[in-house]
């Protein structure tokens, strides 16, 4: 089957049948999963041919110590430059099963299988690998494209409800960035329908990948246009530092909004483009209060990762389907909120 996308020609990205795909996307040789336990259980038959490692689940895994104990055990099983390292799960199993296959023994080969809708239309495609440190979020990590990235929607299935949410935080996202029929067909659509309609899902999913893969495809290292990706992310890596009441998605969504507001505060988005964002993102069901005051997410977007040398790449929609980025002092970031406060 032909790939949906091709990164940089070194990146394949599938969206189908998972069974038909897998078979013709890995290489000949040993393959080692990285998985979770959850994930093992629900495609145990899938899974059932290879040897497998299992990391933890939630973000307190997504860390040195995880990285560090699967080395230990890929050391174990004999791993060597010729393995192949498979990672089945969802963000937090592609993050780390790709920094450890880039890494172990100065790389090997490695591809995943997205099983959470986050991670098909984000998190595992653009080669983005890498865990959190003393709470923040992707401090350690490199850039590495997988061989492959299989996408099936019909692997959604068991997720549950707010799983799946999330994962439509970023399909509004990418629709922002750079694909306003997206967002219209998001509009038309329901987080209901959405989930019975994988037919539907596949068009949206595969419109939210393209998004990311003409990006990634132009700026894989995040020089500049790459930065869009971010869109709602400092605010939301400053929700989940600040509180663990919401999931990544549910932070991005929140992001999200007030960056929305700030736009329409510089005069980026006219009042009727803002409330459509905002009118999509309660429709599918998001809360958009943050956890904690606005006051504690701003003082603590200014240790954001992406803050250099006390400049801010900020991300605002300016318009449904397009986005642009300021650098702005990080100091000033607070006062983008005026109108929110
Ligand atoms: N999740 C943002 C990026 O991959 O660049």
């Known amino acids: ?16 049948p998972v069974g038909d795909l897998l078979a013709g996307a890995l290489p000949e040789g040993r393959v080692v999963v990285v998985t979770d336990a959850t994930v093992e259980r629900l495609f145990a038959p ?12 939630g973000e307190a895994s997504k860390t040195l110590r995880t990285v560090g104990e699967l080395y230990e055990r890929l050391i174990d ?9 498979l990672g089945v799960g969802g963000g937090i199993v592609t993050d780390v099963a790709g920094f450890v296959a880039s890494t172990y023994m100065r790389g090997l080969r490695f591809g995943f299988v997205a099983t959470t809708l986050l991670a098909q239309v984000d998190a595992s495609v653009g080669g983005k690998n890498g865990v959190n440190v003393a709470g923040y979020k992707n401090m350690a990590g490199c850039f590495a494209q997988p061989d492959f990235v299989v996408c099936d929607p019909a692997m959604l299935r068991p997720l549950p409800d707010r799983e799946f949410r999330a994962g439509l935080a970023e399909m509004v996202k990418a629709a922002l960035i750079a694909d306003g029929d997206l967002f219209a067909a998001l509009e038309r659509s329901s987080f209901a329908a ?29 020089r500049g246009e790459r930065r ?13 530092k600040c509180s663990d009441r ?6 991005v969504a929140v992001g999200i909004a007030l960056m929305a507001g700030a736009a329409r505060q510089l005069g980026l988005l006219d009042a009727a483009q803002c409330d459509r964002i905002v009118r999509l993102l309660e429709r599918l069901g998001f809360d958009l209060q943050p956890p904690v005051p606005l006051e504690r997410l701003l003082r603590e977007a200014g240790h954001d990762k992406k803050n250099e040398q006390g400049t801010l790449h900020i991300v605002l929609p300016a318009g449904i389907g397009d986005c642009v980025v300021r650098d702005i002092p990080t100091a000033e970031f607070a006062t983008l909120f005026t109108d929110a406060r």
Do not use: W
Request: glycine fraction near 8%.
């Open 77 to 85: 099983l004999g791993a060597d430059r010729s393995t192949f390292i």
């Open 1 to 16: 089957m032909k790939p949906a996308f091709e990164i940089r020609e070194r990146s394949r990205v599938y969206v189908g």
């Open 46 to 57: 899938l899974l059932a041919p290879y040897e497998r490692l299992l990391v933890g689940q």
């Open 246 to 251: 919401m999931n990544h998605g549910e932070a």
């Open 228 to 240: 869009k990706l971010n869109l709602g992310h400092t605010l939301a890596h400053a929700i989940e």
């Open 194 to 222: 959405l989930r019975e309609a994988p037919e539907q899902l596949r068009d949206l999913i595969t419109a939210a990948i393209r998004v990311k893969a003409d990006i990634v495809g132009r700026d894989e290292r995040e």
